[in-house]
């Protein structure tokens, strides 16, 4: 694989901007959920025992305990870690200084320090992934504020490549899922007829996917299978052209999925994730950067790879023809296909992969690290290939550890296969297994809702004989009003209503804390349904009386002549869901006492430090804005704050003609030895040189404009830069 020097700065800059959202979303709704009046008071988590603070953070690692010291109540210290959060990930989207190994082991911490006491509202396969693939940003990020550089290191390639890894276990494990849980839609190739309209937060696009005929979403789940299955093994191919074209299948699922359902920054972390599938010679083709490492011996290569490429290609094709039967059907005017497997043949198959998987993932995890070594052994200097190879042993050594334990969570899709783990690396397993450093995934493993999607609809009352539905923001309620886009924000309430309408009101004990708040009045809880309190039925008084209903919903269909109807949906009463109640009632006391609802102890005074009034004014100034909004204006400032630091670049160091930059280029390119060279012809140390020039560098196009810029300069330039030791083009030559 080539260098990944762009790649990596663009996943970098991703991940800060990830964060940013992760944060913010989860900032806006921290009093409602965790606050002294929410749903889950998050001052319940922390039992303070007389322990010492190393106790404490090894029982449950949150920074939350460091609250006493700081004279805020855990609510206020939840709200602080957040903003400092988003404050961190804001600086890291504007500045590459801060995508560093120090900032993105802090945004972690803070991170993990709010799952350590979300409960269910932060127990989400995403929150996980976050947690894992934050983790690894701190392995793959460079130490620039510890070691002043951000020159290219020989181990880099080592550590990005966990992050492939990482995308393979999700992708793949996810495509498998679906199959072992023996899901009838799933194996029926019909669970895209029932996805649109019942997964959690559809938006309008989902409306016309459902509508979409049968056959051509049967066809959709076979090209899911394919992509989520087959592909994955394409990610380690020393063959490039196989993984940018596993790349671009898993962009158009993912882009698929953000435009038909609102799964916050799930999607977005994963294309993320998929730029770990890329090296720098293609993101210099996205930016129409001319590739002057194009020797006779790597067109030949490419030549040879063409026959095998289309094989591979060809063997997906086929086997997708073979095991799902299609071909033609005249009659419907489409292609019919059909599972033509069953359970026990795919348990047999699964059972002879998921082992071979893991050791070609070795070989290539192994190809990585003697590749690194190598390039450390040509380091020229005997401290810098000394410190090189210090470096080197340190990572590879972590990215081994990363990817033995990772086999733990990565085998559970395969009974046969977890139980031959070594008992070391279980063992090995638990001890971090508190800190979500890997994890086990599988999306959408059965699909729910085939009798209609359920939903269970509150309603208020001021005398127990007329009632008013409460709607939510986001979730089915209202029959007229469209399905929102919400992305990247998650409304985490919302969310864990379709939970709770899959099963019974007794599975979920926060719902009586819901009802319990609702009958206060308690405004953070009510911001939670309705940002801008004016649209909640009960803003002026609380309700007197509660009670929820389940009902069954469905898209509605296009009339007869072709025109759409005026309303989304449609509805049917399906059962009672919770009784009606009120203050004081037996039902809802006896419910709050069966489930510890009730405060046994009154909270903290509120606390009038500095930083407690800092807090409380930023929540003053953040109220009753559309999380959502906030979230894509922050993004979209930085953004341009980064465009304009471009356009600035592009002043700085003009662009050079083709014929400019070959002449420049011809002094130093000519001959150079395969492997110690970029693809612009560039030896590892003029990159570090180039790279230690521009302290104040963008982001990974600012950095592409870099190479750019910087791309046709002599071995003079390189050698002046900075006063360290540099290897010149000659050097290389004569190795």
Request: aromatic residues 14%; glycine residues 6%; charged residues 20%.
């Amino acid at each position: 694989m080539g260098e990944t020097i762009l790649p990596r700065r663009m996943f970098l800059w991703s991940m800060a901007v990830i964060y940013l959202a992760a944060f913010v979303s989860l900032y806006v709704q921290i009093p409602g959920l965790y606050g002294n009046d929410g749903l889950l008071p998050a001052r319940w988590q922390l039992r303070y025992s007389g322990k010492s603070l190393g106790e404490l953070l090894l029982s449950s690692p949150t920074l939350l305990w460091l609250g006493p010291q700081l004279g805020v109540d855990t609510h206020t210290a939840m709200e602080l870690l957040c903003l400092v959060g988003a404050a961190l990930s804001l600086a890291a989207t504007l500045v590459e200084a801060l995508r560093d190994s120090v900032v993105f082991f802090c945004l972690w911490a803070l991170y993990l320090s709010m799952y350590q006491v979300g409960q269910v509202f932060l127990y989400f396969q995403w929150d996980n992934l976050l947690l894992e693939a934050g983790f690894l940003c701190i392995l793959v990020a460079p130490l620039t504020l510890i070691r002043g550089s951000r020159g290219v290191r020989e181990h880099d390639r080592v550590t990005f490549w966990l992050l492939r890894w990482l995308l393979f276990r999700l992708m793949f494990a996810s495509g498998v899922v679906k199959l072992t849980s023996r899901c009838p839609t799933w194996w029926g190739l019909t669970a895209l007829t029932y996805h649109y309209e019942t997964q959690c937060l559809p938006t309008s696009l989902a409306w016309f996917a459902h509508q979409l005929p049968v056959w051509w979403q049967k066809l959709s789940v076979v090209a899911t299978f394919v992509i989520e299955i087959d592909v994955p093994l394409l990610f380690f191919s020393p063959v490039r052209r196989l993984r940018l074209g596993a790349f671009y299948l898993q962009v158009f699922l993912q882009v698929l999925i953000i435009l038909t359902g609102n799964y916050n920054f799930f999607n977005l972390l994963t294309l993320a994730l998929c730029l770990s599938l890329l090296d720098d010679q293609h993101v210099r083709f996205w930016l129409r950067k001319a590739d002057t490492n194009s020797s006779n011996d790597s067109k030949l290569w490419s030549w040879l790879c063409y026959p095998l490429e289309l094989a591979v290609w060809s063997l997906i094709i086929f086997g997708s023809i073979v095991c799902f039967d299609l071909k033609p059907n005249a009659t419907k005017d489409g292609i019919s296909s059909r599972t033509a497997f069953t359970y026990h043949e795919f348990n047999q198959v699964l059972k002879s992969v998921t082992i071979p998987s893991v050791w070609i993932a070795v070989l290539s995890l192994t190809w990585e690290m003697v590749a690194a070594m190598f390039r450390c052994a040509c380091v020229s200097g005997f401290l810098k290939r000394f410190w090189g190879t210090v470096q080197w042993t340190v990572f590879a050594t972590a990215a081994a550890a990363m990817f033995t334990i990772s086999l733990v969570p990565f085998t559970y899709i395969e009974y046969d296969s977890n139980a031959r783990l070594w008992p070391g690396v279980r063992r090995a397993y638990d001890l971090v297994d508190r800190y979500q450093l890997v994890n086990s995934y599988g999306l959408f493993r059965r699909m729910t809702g085939v009798g209609g999607r359920p939903e269970v609809v509150i309603e208020g009352s001021n005398d127990g004989v007329s009632w008013t539905e409460i709607e939510f923001m986001y979730k089915p309620g209202n029959l007229s009003a469209p399905p929102a886009a919400v992305t990247p924000h998650q409304p985490r309430l919302d969310w864990q209503m379709w939970f709770a309408a899959l099963g019974d009101q007794t599975q979920v004990p926060w719902f009586t804390s819901l009802m319990y708040r609702l009958l206060q009045g308690k405004r953070d809880v009510i911001e939670l349904i309705q940002t801008d309190v004016s649209r909640y039925p009960f803003h002026q008084q609380p309700p007197a009386y509660l009670r929820a209903h389940r009902y069954r919903y469905w898209f509605t269909e296009p009339k007869a002549d072709g025109s759409y109807p005026q309303r989304w949906w449609r509805r049917v009463y399906d059962e009672e869901f919770y009784p009606t109640v009120h203050l004081g009632s037996t039902f809802l006391e006896s419910m709050l006492n069966q489930y510890g609802l009730k405060d046994k102890s009154p909270p903290r005074r509120m606390s009038n430090t500095t930083v407690a009034q800092a807090v409380r004014w930023v929540r003053s100034q953040a109220r009753g804005v559309p999380t959502q909004i906030l979230i894509w204006t922050l993004i979209a400032c930085s953004a341009t704050l980064c465009l304009l630091q471009v356009l600035q670049n592009r002043r700085k160091h003009p662009e050079r003609t083709p014929l400019t930059r070959e002449a420049a280029g011809n002094s130093y390119t000519e001959k150079v030895p395969e492997g110690s060279a970029d693809h612009s012809g560039k030896s590892d140390e003029q990159h570090t040189t180039e790279e230690e020039e521009e302290e104040e560098e963008e982001e990974e196009e600012e950095g592409e404009e870099e190479e750019e810029g910087d791309g046709g300069g002599s071995e003079d330039e390189v050698e002046e830069g900075k006063g360290e030791e540099k290897d010149t083009v000659a050097d290389d030559e004569e190795d």
